[in-house]
Structure formats: structure tokens, C-alpha cells
């Protein structure tokens, strides 16, 4: 009698949803704790091969952050294969639910956030990765979102702080609370299996210290799953015509 092998549906679904974290001791400021959060979310458009990637940084350090060298300002990350992104008229914004140390800027704050390729071993990669910041590091230098792009980076505007934090930042310098979120251009990126390095930066220097994020969750495209169960319910009725007829 011959068999049938099931191949479950996540060993060919499309890989959406991951979550990276990272925490650890910064080596400047008196109280040094440091945590983050990055998820990154794959949007597939089956239609007009535009896919998206939003990502979502959050600083999720407790209780508080007090010292400036410990304000998240830039996210690098690295997939291991040919991944193309740009951010050509795509947007930065507050994260829903977050919101600025001064309410008189937009939620929208493309001038507070550049984008772009990070070539070297900086922040623990191997090669070509990508980057958002706030801080110039001595690798950034101007907004380049769609909104005010050639805006100046400098200071600690649009860091990310955390909720009830004594860093207010100053009148017309203000700082994220506790979350933002960058979209970009993925048209070539058809799951995220491939994103395979993460590093969080504080401060507005790199001897500030950065931290390596680690997969905390990992989530396949629903429809996908979807489509194995139709298929599964489908092989089971075939099944049962067969016994009926027989």
C-alpha cells in the first residue's frame, strides 16, 4: 500500500512577519539599560508586484531612559542574498499609539530620518546592509523621505525615548515616544527568510554602542496557511468519494 506525505504549510509559506529584539548595557551614561524591538512586515501585492516592508522601532527599554547616549537613534540591518530597497516616496512616521515630546510637529516626520545602503563591518555586518537614523553617526547625513528630504541630521531630534521619560528633548528638538515606523520599496522581496542580521544604535555617535537584535518571531503569510487547510479539506472529501464508491 503506498503512502501519502503531508508536508505541513509552513515549510513552504511565505515568511511576513519577523520581530527582532536586542538589549544590553550601553557603556555611556550612569543607568545603561538598553532595549529595542524592530518587526518588519512584508505587504505583498500579487497584483502590481509592488511589494512594501514596514518597519516598526521601538524603544522598549523599562523603566525609563535617562541618559542622552541612550536614545535609540538608527536601526542596520542585513539580508544574505541580492535584497533591493529603497524608500522613493515612501514615508516615516510616529508609530500609532506613540506620539512627540512636542505636539506641534506632524506625525509625519520625514525630515527627522535618512535611509540608505551601509557598506563594511560597522554594527557587526558583513557586507552591503541597509540603515535608517536620526544621528549622522558619521555615516548619515540628510533627511531623504519623501517630505523635507535634505533636511540636516544632527542632535538628538526624532530619538526614540520611552514612555514617561524625564528626556523631553528641547522646543523645536523634539524626541520620538516610544515608536516609529519607516516603509519601503521591496519589489524583488517575496518573503523575509533572507533578513538575517539586526543592530540597534543609541546616542549620536557610534562609540555610543549599538546592540545585535535577535529573532523573537517569526510569522508566514495567513493566506498561505489558508490554502493548506482548503487543500487538506479537498485531498480529505476526494478521500471519502473514493470509500463511498468502492
Known amino acids: 500500500m503506498g503512502g501519502v506525505a503531508v508536508v505541513p504549510f509552513w515549510a513552504h509559506a511565505a515568511l511576513t512577519d519577523v520581530v527582532f529584539d536586542g538589549s544590553g548595557t550601553s557603556s555611556v551614561g550612569g543607568h545603561g539599560a538598553l532595549a ?144 516609529v515606523t519607516f516603509t519601503l520599496n521591496a519589489a524583488n522581496v517575496l518573503d523575509l527568510s533572507h533578513l538575517d542580521k539586526v543592530a540597534f544604535q543609541y546616542g549620536t555617535d557610534i562609540s555610543e554602542g549599538y546592540t545585535t537584535g535577535h529573532t523573537k518571531v517569526l510569522t508566514p503569510e495567513p493566506v498561505t496557511s489558508s490554502l493548506a487547510a482548503a487543500s487538506a479539506l479537498a485531498f480529505i472529501r476526494r478521500r471519502n468519494r473514493r470509500k463511498t464508491t468502492s
Open 36 to 179: 529595542a524591538e524592530a518587526e518588519f512586515k512584508l505587504n505583498l501585492n500579487s497584483d502590481s508586484g509592488l511589494n512594501t516592508i514596514d518597519v516598526i522601532l521601538t524603544n522598549t527599554v523599562s523603566p525609563h531612559v535617562f541618559e542622552p547616549a541612550d536614545l535609540l537613534s538608527a536601526l542596520i540591518f542585513q539580508f544574505d542574498n541580492s535584497t533591493v530597497l529603497t524608500n522613493t516616496n515612501q514615508h516615516v512616521f510616529v508609530t500609532a499609539g506613540s506620539s512627540l515630546t512636542d505636539s506641534s510637529h506632524p506625525s509625519n516626520i520625514d525630515k527627522g530620518y535618512e535611509f540608505l545602503t551601509v557598506s563594511g563591518t560597522s554594527f557587526g555586518m558583513t557586507g552591503n546592509a541597509f540603515g535608517f537614523s536620526s544621528a549622522g553617526l558619521g555615516l548619515f547625513g540628510s533627511s531623504n523621505f519623501k517630505d523635507n528630504a535634505g533636511t540636516g541630521l544632527g542632535g538628538s531630534d526624532y530619538n526614540i525615548t520611552h514612555g514617561g521619560n524625564p528626556l523631553h528633548g528641547s522646543p523645536g528638538s523634539p524626541l520620538v515616544d516610544h515608536s
